[in-house]
Structure formats: C-alpha cells, structure tokens
C-alpha cells in the first residue's frame, strides 16, 4: 500500500494533464508548455451572458435575408407611378384657362417635351377646328346623295368638333400645370383611335380633325407619350408641390 504523503513521481514528457482544473502536487508540465492566457475559455465552453439569446453562426441577421428593392418597382425611383388626379375641376370656371386665351402662345417654363406635346395638341385642335366646319357643310351636300352616308358622317363631324374645341381647351389647362387636364388629353387620344377605325370603315372624310385618319391618332398618340415621360411628369409634380 502507498502512502498518500508520498510525491507521485514525475510525468513523462508529451504526457495529458488530468482533466481536473487544478493540477496534483509536484506536477511538472513537460518541456515547451506554454500556460494558456488568463480568462481562456477551450472551445466550446462560451455561453452568452445571461439573459442573452444564444444566436448559431450563420443565421441572418436584422440586414441579412432582406429582399433588396429593384428599379423600376412601383413605388421605387425610376419606376412609372401612375396616381388619379386629386385637382379636378369643381365648377365650369375652372375648366376654362386663366386668363383665357391670350396667352395661347406663351410656352414659357415647359420643359421640351410638354413643348412639343403642347403644340402638337394646339395646332391639332385648331386645324380640328377648320376641319369639321368644312366637313360639316361637306355632310349637307351628300345628303343630297345619300341620306343615311351623310348621317353617319354628320354626327362624326359635330363629335370631332366637339372633341377638337374640347382639346384646345384642355392643352391650355394642362400647360398650367393640370394633371386632371393631362389625363382628358390622354382619354381624347383613345377617343381619336376610336374616330379613326370609325372613318375609315365608313370611307368618308371627317375632316381635318384629330379623328379623320390613322395618321391625326398616330400623331396625337406622340403627344400623349410625350406628356407622360419622367421629365415631365417631375415638372407637374413641382407645380403640384407649389400650389
């Protein structure tokens, strides 16, 4: 029997410590052992502090796993946002342009494109204008020809008439800043494609207006687009924001 007083014999060199934290009397580390800083913890052995949730390596954190925005989603920069106007007219007076028509001829403050647009809509509703009255009184000749012709024909001239006394008064509002005015411009644009499949399954000429032929919808459609790119659609948003 071995007497507990004894001092256990050395460790060979390369041998384990015991697994006990405190090392037995007269250990002696074998040969290059270099002690472990103060606080070292072994793998394994860290737990968050308390009240801390533990959190595994590699799980997404709060900006992790979020779907990034693409351009051109709605509500993004750059994407095309369509809202229904919200200054629509509350009474006749507010349909007709300030200051009536004597500054028809004033485009200053417009950018390019609603330039374009605003004169492609006057001159088309003014030639409109001249071109129902000569196909109003071209409707009363053939009549005398063909009645029921010179009906159909009758009535799409008063509409093109109407549509193009309409739409002079509409490009001056829109020039004003008007979104309600931009978007009748744009319903006119689809009436004018309605006039034109209507002409020209009748044969007959309506006149110069913006419904008589493919080529008045072709061009009308141009001043439709040019009304809704993005530099103009900032230019209403700015007169928007200053009223």
């Not at 256990?8 to 052992?33: C, E, K, L, R």
């Not at 300030?98 to 003014?126: D, Q, R």
């Not at 409707?139 to 193009?164: D, E, N, R």
Request: aromatic share 10%; proline share 12%.
């Amino acid at each position: 029997m071995s007497n507990p007083s004894e001092v256990p014999p050395p460790q060979q060199p390369g041998a384990q410590p015991p697994a006990s934290n405190v090392p037995p009397a007269g250990y002696q580390p074998p040969q290059g052992f270099q002690p472990p800083p103060q606080g070292y913890q072994a793998p394994g052995q860290a737990y968050p502090p308390p009240g801390q949730a533990y959190q595994q390596s590699g799980q997404p954190g709060p900006e992790q796993g979020q779907p990034i925005p693409q351009q051109g989603q709605p509500g993004q920069p750059g994407g095309f946002h369509f809202e229904m106007p919200t200054d629509g007219p509350r009474n006749f007076n507010d349909v007709l342009p300030n200051g009536g028509f004597a500054g028809m001829f004033n485009v200053a403050g417009l950018p390019t494109e609603l330039k374009v647009s605003y004169w492609i809509w006057l001159i088309g509703g003014i030639l409109g204008v001249l071109g129902s009255i000569f196909g109003f009184f071209g409707s009363l000749l053939l009549f005398t020809v063909a009645p029921a012709a010179a009906m159909v024909v009758l009535l799409l001239v008063l509409v093109s008439l109407a549509i193009a006394a309409a739409q002079i008064v509409l490009v001056l509002r829109m020039k004003e800043g008007k979104e309600w005015a931009r978007l009748a411009l744009t319903i006119v644009a689809g009436v004018s494609l309605v006039l034109a499949v209507i002409g020209g399954s009748v044969g007959g000429s309506v006149g110069g207006g913006i419904g008589n032929n493919w080529l008045g919808f072709l061009i009308s459609a141009a001043a439709t687009v040019l009304m809704w790119v993005p530099n103009s659609q900032a230019w209403f948003a700015a007169v928007k924001g200053r009223a």
